[in-house]
């Protein structure tokens, strides 16, 4: 999935610099060109595999669907709904991420949980220096993407807080 928010800081990034187009290529499959001319200040096109993600509504529903595929449909939609609410916490950089401060000890935090800003919600080990991530706000835990002991990747989402939970 394409993150709109990221496109759109590329879009103003080259707008304000004297580079005329830029190309990114993911290993998934994924291309994303931005160039700038005379005519129009920033164009964006996506490569034609990709599907832009839809962020308001499930899709029409095709007469031959059920009301079971409609409700998993619309119950899709709530979700990407109250996504688009909850704020993303990401890795400020490459390393191995650690959801407690010792092997055996427990997480620092758990789905369901209320946290305070300044709060540390893991470790992100990078060349063998261990970098507790405090959180930027409070709210409560509804997702937490990463796996304990695994690599992550800069600006990889490793929780998502609801603000208002």
Not at 31 to 45: D, E, H, P
Not at 123 to 137: G, P, Q, T, V
């Amino acid at each position: 999935m394409i993150d709109l928010r990221f496109v759109k800081k590329l879009v103003d990034m080259i707008d304000a610099s004297s580079v005329d187009s830029i190309e990114i290529s993911s290993d998934k499959g994924m291309k994303i060109r931005i160039s700038k001319t005379s005519q129009q200040r920033a164009n964006v096109q996506l490569a034609p595999q990709m599907q832009m993600p839809q962020m308001v509504a499930a899709p029409a529903m095709a007469p031959a669907e059920t009301s079971a595929e409609s409700a998993s449909l619309k119950e899709a939609a709530k979700v990407e709904t109250a996504k688009s609410r909850w704020l993303e916490v990401k890795s400020p950089m490459v390393g191995t991420y650690y959801s407690s401060p010792e092997p055996g000890a427990k997480p620092y935090l758990t789905v369901g949980e209320r946290i305070a800003k300044g709060q540390i919600l893991c470790i992100i080990e990078a060349m063998k220096i261990m970098n507790e991530i405090e959180s930027e706000f409070d709210g409560v835990v509804t997702e937490i993407s990463a796996q304990n002991s695994h690599p992550v990747e800069y600006g990889q989402v490793l929780f998502r807080i609801d603000p208002n939970g």
